[in-house]
């Protein structure tokens, strides 16, 4: 009789700590933090379980604000580096975040790309030995436990503008999902509405800085999201965002968050709900 006994309490034990992540974070939110790179993009994904993901790593001159950024925020590695596409205010300062961190693999589209920052970033990657994937449209990993992600671009392997090879990445997390559209323009976004696919999103990061070469109506109805982030430098002088992009996400009844006005963004998920949070300015 001491037998049943002694197996129901160990498994009880079993039931209630096997379950338990390393870090005993199932419960902590998914933070996706769009931070204040001025007229760049930078995107931190933390996963709850403490995975690590970094989108574009701004321009030439943001190299030390990340590297504090991502300190400061507990970063000690990153498991998965994107280059969304090979311009400078998107891998600018890339080299420098890899001489500064373990990273264990790096996403960018099929596209070389002939300028002193873009061999930089190789020599950095050879130094390291990391390993270089494709990023393109049907590429999926999890990182960690609850964080699917799916790149839904680029889909072609030729495009007009350099713009659209960007790497377009949605992530899920429970009920909850973020598109994050890189520069993708008008081009990309009219490929990714005929595939049909996965394109609903709660939280769109608008393509390229809220610039009217993209983020167009049709373009914006079949991802339905309700909040915009806007990446963008305060007085740029390309005049980004387009009054006609604000008229847009105004038009859809979207809540616009803009890096120019409020400092890093923040969306924090705990897989039902998002809520945001700003950092203030740099
Ligand atoms: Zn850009």
Request: hydrophobic residues 40%; proline residues 5%.
């Amino acid at each position: 009789m001491k037998r049943p006994i002694i197996f129901f309490i160990i498994s009880f034990y079993l039931l209630i700590i096997l379950p338990q992540p390393v870090h005993g974070a199932w419960f902590e939110p998914l933070k996706i933090h769009v931070i204040d790179v001025g007229q760049a993009d930078c995107i931190l994904v933390q996963s709850p379980n403490g995975k690590t993901m970094l989108v574009d790593s701004g321009d030439e001159k943001d190299g030390e604000e990340i590297i504090r950024y991502l300190q400061k925020e507990g970063v000690k590695k990153i498991d998965v580096l994107v280059a969304t596409h090979p311009h400078h205010d998107h891998i600018g300062s890339m080299a420098a975040v890899i001489r500064a961190f373990p990273v264990t693999e790096i996403y960018m589209p099929n596209l070389p790309y002939d300028t002193d920052y873009y061999h930089e970033l190789f020599r950095a990657i050879n130094e390291k030995n990391i390993p270089v994937e494709r990023a393109k449209a049907g590429v999926n990993f999890r990182l960690g436990f609850s964080v699917k992600v799916d790149m839904l671009g680029p889909k072609s392997s030729y495009y007009r503008y350099i713009n659209d090879y960007s790497a377009v990445i949605k992530i899920t997390h429970g009920k909850n999902s973020f598109l994050l559209m890189a520069d993708a323009g008008i081009d990309a976004e009219k490929e990714l509405i005929q595939s049909k696919k996965k394109l609903r999103a709660d939280v769109i990061k608008i393509g390229h800085h809220g610039a009217n070469t993209g983020t167009t109506e049709a373009f914006l109805k079949s991802v339905h999201a309700k909040t915009a982030i806007i990446s963008v430098g305060k007085n740029n002088p390309y005049h980004f965002p387009s009054k006609r992009v604000l008229h847009r996400l105004m038009n859809q009844g979207m809540t616009v968050y803009r890096t120019d006005q409020l400092g890093a963004v923040i969306a924090i998920s705990d897989g039902k709900t998002i809520t945001f949070k700003t950092n203030g300015f740099r």
